[in-house]
């Protein structure tokens, strides 16, 4: 059984940046390809970034390529999302995900274990 801890969401003028960051607990942490997904109010949960097991690979929604970057640490057992140039479309609760396979998948049913999500709010 993993734990996700997501922590660093907050509120920020468009054109700021915010870091979140994913603490995992309580499993093999190099066996789970991670990702980040993001839910809007009314919206589905939707795939934002994602990194592969060995940190080599990593896959991005089209909406946040150029200004999101995923960055995982196996000795810390962390992965991080660097957010710049936010804009008022990046307002959602975002959430931490772990998939225990090799491959980087943007669908939320192929992830075993959530965090419980931070709030990221960007303001006009």
């Known amino acids: 059984q993993v734990q996700l801890v997501e922590s660093g969401g907050g509120l920020v003028q468009a054109g700021g940046s915010l870091r979140l960051s994913c603490a995992a607990s309580?499993?093999?942490?190099?066996?789970?390809?991670m990702a980040w997904f993001r839910q809007a109010p009314g919206k589905e949960r939707e795939f934002v970034a994602g990194?592969?097991?060995?940190?080599?690979?990593?896959r991005y929604a089209d909406s946040v390529k150029g200004r999101f970057t995923i960055y995982r640490d196996n000795v810390k057992n962390t992965v991080d999302l660097q957010m710049n140039s936010l804009k008022p479309e990046d307002t959602a609760v975002y959430y931490c995900?772990?998939?225990?396979?090799?491959?980087?998948?943007?669908?939320?049913?192929?992830?075993?274990?959530w965090g419980q999500g931070t709030q990221v709010t960007v303001s006009s």
């Open positions: 990194v592969s097991r060995a940190g080599d690979r990593t």
């Open positions: 995900a772990a998939d225990r396979t090799q491959w980087i998948v943007v669908g939320r049913a192929a992830y075993d274990y």
């Open positions: 309580g499993g093999t942490f190099i066996a789970y390809a």
